[in-house]
């Protein structure tokens, strides 16, 4: 019976369909279910358009959660730039950049009045991992090593699980970075008039 399917070329040609079209299957099977289980992770984490600060993992305190719900929004009533903090638990097998991407999307479609520039901050505490999504007018102001050096007292913070002291000071860095930035613009424009 084993030199009949060796030796049968129709044999061999139905038999190798049949492979294929299972293997197919099986690659079409496997990858709905990956993008079903990242849809479902990113879904549940969501934004409400009045928040600033999104604290899913219930890590900060709420006094720290006021301070910095105050100070991002008086942030963005001088700068107009919209500055949003989530915190959650894990993003799953998720990378943190394309989850930090779309709730950046998401909070972007949801803000209300003008939206010029923006930055979002995502900290994964059982992941221990976090990103900061910036819109590209902020990018040559916040490249990655500023954005990296500004995060050591941040990181410092959470390996003691202060979480709400250390997203208020890498706020407070990013924001005076931001502002000196401005200022020193602001001070070539007048050099330059005068």
């Known amino acids: 019976m084993g030199d ?3 030796g049968n070329p129709v044999i061999l040609s139905n038999l190798m369909r049949v492979f294929l079209v299972c293997l197919l299957f099986c690659i079409v099977t496997a990858a709905t279910v990956v993008s079903c289980k990242t849809a479902k992770t990113a879904s549940t984490i ?3 358009t009045s928040d600033y600060v999104t604290d899913l993992a219930k890590v900060i305190d709420e006094p720290a959660k006021k ?4 100070t991002l929004a008086a942030f963005k009533e001088r700068t107009g730039i919209d500055f949003a903090v989530v915190i959650t638990d894990s993003v799953g097998d998720q990378d943190i950049y394309e989850v930090s991407l779309a709730l950046a999307q998401e909070h972007r479609k949801k803000s209300i009045g003008p939206y010029v520039s923006g930055l979002l901050l995502l900290v994964a505490v059982d992941d ?3 990103h900061v999504q910036i819109t590209r007018n902020l990018e040559a102001q916040l490249t990655k090593d500023v954005l990296t050096n500004l995060s050591v007292p941040m990181t410092d913070s959470f390996k003691e699980k202060r979480y709400g ?6 706020v407070n860095a990013l924001i005076a970075k931001l502002e000196q930035q401005k200022a020193q613009k602001t001070q070539k424009l007048v050099k330059h008039q005068c």
């Open 128 to 130: 221990r991992q976090w």
């Open 67 to 70: 301070e910095l719900e105050t």
């Open 4 to 6: 009949r399917i060796t």
């Open 165 to 170: 002291e250390g997203v208020l000071k890498y």
């Open 46 to 48: 969501s934004l409400k």
